[in-house]
């Protein structure tokens, strides 16, 4: 099948039966490419897990190679907003399609993102009809936390990292991102991983893995 978006696909091993997925969405100025980096530090300990790497729907202005999931070019939140659930309608139909092409449910379906694809997991993770099995964020935070007070429909479970030296997304969003989703009772995990900046380090990698090992069947 061809899916709705450009998407690089990481299988199990043919012998190994597909009974979840991870979509992994890359952050700004990225692709399909460089998050997929993290399937391979994960596959051998899901091994029946597919991978699927989505590149954004616009291309990046300040990266022509890269994509993006919303554009920033302009300093309005309002129109930043608009954009952004623009995506999510857009990933929302990508994740019906694999849902029908692997014969998953919500629940087999680990959504995890850097920077703005972080943004975007949160977003779809609690406006969904069902819960997603979880979220796992690297680096990101909660794009309106006014406006997805409103449109919260689901309660999916989350694990959020963050660098604590992070000058692009700052640490702080991290707590922001905790502090509301408790208050709207949604079981959060956080974790703050010291001397790290704007990436995915070995130890947040891992701390991730462990973290899906634990709520997929494996």
């Known amino acids: 099948m061809t899916f709705s978006l450009n998407t690089k696909i990481i299988y199990p091993d043919k012998e190994n039966e597909i009974k979840n997925a991870i979509i992994l969405l890359h952050g700004y100025g990225g692709d399909s490419n460089d998050i997929s980096i993290l399937s391979l530090?994960?596959?051998r300990f899901l091994p029946?897990?597919?991978?699927?790497?989505p590149d954004g729907h616009q291309q990046c202005?300040?990266?022509p190679r890269g994509f993006q999931w919303f554009d920033l070019s302009k300093d309005d939140p309002i129109?930043?907003?608009?954009?952004?659930?623009k995506?999510?309608?857009?990933?929302?139909v990508f994740i019906n399609e694999i849902k029908n092409e692997y014969n998953l449910n919500n629940s087999n379906i680990c959504l995890s993102g850097f920077s703005q694809g972080c943004m975007m997991s949160i977003s779809i993770g609690l406006t969904s009809n069902e819960n997603f099995n979880c979220v796992v964020g690297f680096s990101g935070k909660i794009i309106d936390k006014t406006n997805l007070l409103k449109r919260i429909t689901s309660k999916t479970k989350m694990l959020l990292i963050h660098g604590d030296l992070d000058v692009v997304v700052s640490s702080s969003y991290l707590l922001e991102a905790k502090d509301f989703l408790l208050r709207n009772n949604i079981?959060?995990?956080?974790?703050?991983i010291k001397n790290c900046e704007h990436h995915i380090p070995i130890e947040a990698s891992s701390i991730a893995l462990n973290y899906i090992k634990k709520k997929f069947i494996i």
């Open 41 to 43: 530090n994960w596959k």
């Open 187 to 192: 079981d959060v995990e956080t974790k703050l």
């Open 87 to 92: 995506a999510e309608d857009k990933l929302k």
């Open 48 to 53: 029946n897990t597919i991978f699927l790497c």
């Open 61 to 63: 202005p300040i990266n």
């Open 79 to 85: 129109y930043i907003l608009d954009e952004s659930i």
